[in-house]
């Protein structure tokens, strides 16, 4: 990521760097969207905020080094059978872990998912160590920077990841408006009990859900990885994503859009105008910002923040 | 009542809110195949509960049914999920949230997962209004039409029994009147048992074959509808044609006597 958004912008021509800042900001906003759909989709279905998705996106993105011994010299295999086995990940950690949390307080279950987080994390350390890989190298992909018009310049991977949340986007808003287990997701978000009497399995949509925000966040993840390298560093970026579906409103994607646009462009700017050691903690001075100003707004009007 | 095994039978139905609160006790009623049942009583006499007795509670209910049986085609059901419920045929239609707010009309038929076909057509026929009002939101929709809804989609399910939680809350009495001809038309057309929850006991007598009664989590009364649409009490009680002093729903006393009478 760090890639990505630190391209430095060709000479000191004014429109250049704007263009450049918009780029970067473009980029940013994306690899926030394509996390935070995670944490929309699990909180809309279900009424869990899922603190461990950082660490299941990091997950499925160490999976792509396994996969990419595995089908060594298909590096395109193996990039689709680690986000498929990302779905797998998520679905199971819903159906082995957190299935026993549904109708559970909601405070249980959010606990439940720090404890995954902090147990993943070790695991990550066990079975890769701590130390920085590439799976881009494992996959043989090199990471050319292209020039875009105006003279910026994004690099090969960040360009993926910009063209993927777009198509993540459009096939989850298709998903959920014109297919029968995307309405039944939808439904059972508004009202679980409803949906069970109707002969919706609770259990099926939820770790369906879990599967999707998994898959989504593990795309991101083996994105950046493939742009910046891999290690535990990557759990902060999940982090930050956080705010930026919340600022958008936790049940809405298209608020989840629009906030990841208001961190990054927060984020990006900042950096490049005051100082680029605020970028951690950006994400987070916007949400503040927006507690303070507009509380009410954040998880939209309809729907209470205690359902299960 | 007809003989033979019937389609749903309760036998001595206790449930139990957070382990605590008894909501109904010592509960026994039988539907049979092709009958319409009512089940009557005032607020808080425990017949929502006894619908989702049947119907199945969910884990954040904190319900259980905790004494008796829930048989249904000579099956035990209680305590199961309510999506297994609805696989097995029993359709409930809730008193309050019946309908998802923020999806499309057709989108709430879309989303039941039926037994069988998907029969969102059997909806719109039965409810011609639903078809005009396919792409309004749900949230939208005005009392009746919400009711069209969720008795449209019920019957999408593919139910062989259908469980009504108060028809006619909070509509107009020719809305409820033309509501009460198309459950009548459900059962004659199309062969679905019906069990009626209600408090408007004149139109739910007036379509049912058999009527319950419950007063404080019990069934106090129970007899050939047409014939407790007759019955003093009922009259008084839930008719509101009291001649004279209207006596204490607590006077359970007489209800009992009555039962005898009843036999
Ligand atoms: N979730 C719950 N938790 C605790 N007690 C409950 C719950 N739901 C119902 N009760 C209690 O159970 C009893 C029966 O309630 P129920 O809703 O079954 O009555 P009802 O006959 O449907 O009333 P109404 O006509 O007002 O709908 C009431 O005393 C009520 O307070
Ligand atoms: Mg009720």
Redesign the interface.
């Known amino acids: 990521m760090r890639g990505a958004v630190a391209a430095q912008p060709r000479g000191n021509h004014r429109r250049g760097l704007s263009i450049q800042l918009a780029v970067n900001i473009a980029v940013l906003a994306s690899i926030y969207a394509l996390i935070g759909c995670g944490y929309v989709l699990i909180y809309r279905t279900s009424r869990v905020l899922n603190l461990a998705h950082g660490e299941l996106m990091m997950v499925a993105a160490y999976l792509l080094l396994a996969t990419a011994s595995l089908f060594s010299g298909h590096p395109l295999a193996a990039f689709a059978a680690s986000a498929l086995l990302g779905l797998v990940v998520g679905a199971a950690v819903y159906l082995v872990l957190m299935r026993k949390m549904t109708g559970e307080r909601v405070l249980a279950a959010v606990l439940a998912t720090v404890a995954l987080g902090i147990l993943l994390r070790g695991i990550v350390v066990l079975v890769w160590s701590a130390q920085q890989q590439y799976p881009g190298q494992a996959l043989g992909w090199s990471n050319p920077a292209l020039a875009l018009p105006g003279g910026a310049r994004i690099s090969a991977a960040a360009a993926a990841l910009v063209l993927t949340t777009a198509a993540a986007y459009a096939g989850l808003f298709a998903f959920l408006r014109y297919t029968r287990w995307g309405i039944r997701m939808r439904a059972a978000g508004q009202n679980p009990l409803l949906a069970a009497q109707r002969g919706i399995r609770l259990h099926g949509v939820y770790a369906l859900a879990w599967g999707l925000s998994t898959f989504t966040g593990g795309l991101a993840g083996m994105l950046i990885a493939l742009d910046a390298g891999l290690e535990q560093t990557m759990v902060v970026i999940g982090l930050k994503a956080f705010p930026a579906a919340l600022v958008g409103g936790l049940d809405s994607l298209v608020g989840a859009i629009a906030g990841a646009l208001i961190v990054a462009a927060a984020e990006v700017l900042l950096i490049h105008y005051v100082n680029p050691l605020l970028a951690d903690v950006v994400p987070f001075l916007v949400l503040i910002a927006m507690l303070l100003a507009r509380p009410w707004g954040l998880f939209g009007t309809r729907e209470e923040l205690d359902r299960v | 009542m007809t003989t033979g095994a019937p389609l749903l039978a309760l036998e001595q139905v206790e449930v139990t809110y957070h382990r605590v609160i008894t909501a109904v006790q010592g509960v026994t009623l039988k539907v049979a195949r092709g009958q319409i049942v009512a089940l009557l009583g005032t607020n808080g006499a425990g017949k929502t509960t006894t619908l989702r007795a049947i119907?199945?509670f969910?884990?954040?209910?904190d319900a259980r049914v905790t004494e008796g049986a829930v048989a249904y085609r000579g099956e035990r059901i209680e305590n199961r999920?309510?999506?297994e419920i609805?696989?097995r045929g029993i359709?409930?239609v809730?008193e309050r949230?019946?309908?998802?707010?923020?999806?499309s009309v057709a989108?709430?038929l879309?989303?039941?997962?039926?037994?069988g076909a998907p029969r969102a057509d059997l909806a719109y026929e039965l409810f011609p209004k639903l078809a005009e009002l396919r792409g309004r939101e749900a949230g939208y929709l005005s009392g009746g039409e919400r009711q069209m809804l969720a008795l449209g989609?019920?019957i999408a399910?593919g139910p062989e029994l259908l469980l009504v939680d108060e028809l006619s809350l909070g509509l107009a009495p020719v809305v409820v009147q033309d509501l009460a001809k198309r459950l009548q038309e459900i059962r004659d057309r199309l062969g679905i048992t019906i069990l009626l929850v209600e408090q408007n006991a004149p139109v739910a007598l007036g379509i049912a074959d058999w009527g319950y009664v419950m007063e404080n989590g019990r069934v106090v009364l129970d007899g050939d509808a047409a014939r407790l649409g007759a019955h003093q009490d009922i009259r008084e009680f839930y008719l509101g044609q009291s001649s004279g002093e209207r006596r204490s729903y607590r006077e359970v006393k007489q209800y009992r006597r009555s039962r005898r009478w009843y036999g």
């Open positions: 119907s199945g969910l884990g954040l209910d999920p309510p999506h609805t696989a359709v409930l809730p949230d019946k309908v998802f707010p923020n999806l989108e709430n879309v989303a039941n997962v039926p037994r989609a019920a399910c």
